[in-house]
């Protein structure tokens, strides 16, 4: 299952993931910044602050997080779920108002990443007023919510193959050929628009209804809705013995019947021409 990146950090294993990188990137900090500002005992004052520091930026991530979910739980809302929840879910680029609210999130977090330890992980040691104001502000800096920002590993978008003029003759060789064939079936996948994502095709004919099933790579985003219904369309036309065609997703079917399509062209499906069907998609 895919997460946003802001809650990524919560949901195993990314938060065993996220306290190790948390834990070595302040601890990688806050060594340096003792050493440059010139702290005595700076092992020992390391022991100290650590744990507080990593504790109050999870802590601080985890408000910042909050203020996102409420999104969802706004999600009701019919403005709130169109500008932010269902579009903040992917990216925080997604429009002007996820943007917004995602640099107010992160505001928020970074504040707390500042006050929390400016008064409580600062209370472990004995340094001057300037000193761990400005041990506060660089862990602030180097450990602020950046995670917000980034989108979510959306899957990687496949365009719909373009039928070239040339191509409808092709397609039309294939008309009523022998399903058994299965090379045969793929060179005719290979010329439809669904070419660039689908990575095998199968036939059942020895069951009811017969149906050609087109099957997609994981890790993609097929094509929409339209190229499917175009792409089945023309796999009922060519071949009558076919009753359905279904596009399987993983555990997700997109199924079109014969009785369906056949219905969208007016009862005629059979009888129209590839070119035909070509042109009423393409209005």
């Given amino acids: ?75 009701r809302i019919s403005w709130i779920r169109t500008n932010l929840a269902e579009p903040l879910i992917e990216s925080p680029f997604a429009n002007i108002y996820t943007i917004l609210y995602t640099i107010f999130a992160f505001l928020i977090a970074t504040y707390f990443i500042f006050f929390l330890n400016r008064k409580i992980t600062m209370k472990a040691i004995r340094l001057s007023n300037k000193k761990e104001t400005k041990i506060a502000l660089i862990l602030t800096i180097f450990t602020a919510p950046y995670l917000f920002f980034v989108p979510m590993n959306v899957q990687p978008k496949v365009e719909p193959k373009e039928i070239q003029s040339e191509d409808v003759t092709m397609i039309e060789s294939y008309r009523n050929m022998d399903l058994t064939d299965k090379e045969k079936l793929k060179e005719l996948m290979n010329l439809l628009e669904s070419a660039n994502s689908y990575q095998d095709v199968e036939v059942h004919t020895d069951t009811s209804p017969t149906t050609i099933t087109v099957i997609y790579k994981e890790g993609i985003e097929t094509p929409n809705n339209q190229v499917f219904e175009k792409d089945s369309a023309i796999l009922l036309n060519l071949f009558s013995n076919i009753e359905r065609v279904e596009f399987a997703l993983g555990d997700v079917y997109y199924t079109f019947d014969y009785e369906v399509v056949n219905t969208i062209h007016q009862n005629n499906l059979r009888n129209m021409t590839i070119e035909e069907l070509l042109e009423y998609y393409d209005l």
């Fill in 1 to 75: 299952m895919n997460y946003p990146s802001w809650i990524i950090y919560l949901v195993s294993p990314g938060l065993f993931i996220f306290l190790i990188v948390l834990f070595l990137i302040t601890s990688l900090i806050l060594l340096i910044t003792l050493k440059k500002l010139k702290v005595g005992k700076v092992k020992e004052t390391y022991k100290k602050i650590i744990l507080p520091s990593c504790g109050v930026t999870f802590l601080s991530y985890i408000i910042g997080t909050l203020i996102l979910l409420l999104t969802q739980f706004l999600s």
